[in-house]
Every structure is written in C-alpha cells, then in structure tokens.
C-alpha cells in the first residue's frame, strides 16, 4: 500500500504503516512509529516522529523538529533546519549541511558529515 500525503495540511499518524509514504510540503505533525519502508519527508514543515522506522528516510529540507530513535536503516539529512535527535541510529546518515542540532548518542555505524 502507497501512501501520498503531498500538500497535507494538518496532523497524520502512519504508525504500523507497512510500505512507501510520500509527504513533500507536509504542514504540520507526523508521526511514523513502527513505519515500515520507505519515507520522503522533503519540505516536511513541523515535527515529525520516526521511532522505530524501518528503512529507508529522506528528510531534505525538513523544516523543524525530528525524532529518529531506534532508527533501522538509512538517513539522508541534507540541509536539515531545526533539532534532530538520532539516539540509537542504526546504519547509515548523511548529515551533510545540518543546519540546527543534533543528538547523536549511541549513533550506530556510518555518518557522513
């Protein structure tokens, strides 16, 4: 199952959401506990909430606020804006132009800065 949450404006729980969510120039709360696949959250404009997240998570140009515990795969950060907290990431994050800051604490194997 796809999910499109493009130009969504408010509040979206994908917990136990099992494959490719799509949230560019998302407005506002997103939480994706438990997400399964793949996540595209480019533009994404508030808070947003990855524990546990499966695999695959794109956050370039994510506006605010961002919580990756427990964090399964691969992170891309590319010019991420607010606060990131990656406590427990498991594999590969590129944090290339972080503009805010970062929690890295017990951050697992590969960081591209």
């Known amino acids: 199952m796809r999910c499109d949450l493009r130009n969504f ?21 997103c939480d994706l506990r438990n997400f399964g696949e793949r996540c595209d959250l480019r533009n994404f404009g508030m808070r947003c909430d990855l524990r546990n997240f499966g695999e695959k998570c794109d956050l370039r ?9 427990n964090f399964g795969g691969m992170c891309d950060l590319r010019n991420f804006g607010g606060m990131c907290d990656l406590r427990n990431f498991g594999e590969r994050c590129d944090l290339r132009n972080l503009g805010g800051r970062c929690d890295l604490r017990n951050f697992g194997e590969r960081c591209v800065t």
Request: hydrophobic residues 25%; charged residues 45%.
């Open 9 to 29: 404006g408010e509040k979206c729980d994908l917990r136990n959401f099992e494959e490719r969510c799509e949230v560019r120039n998302f407005g506002g709360m």
């Open 61 to 69: 140009n994510f506006g605010k606020r961002c919580e990756v515990r």
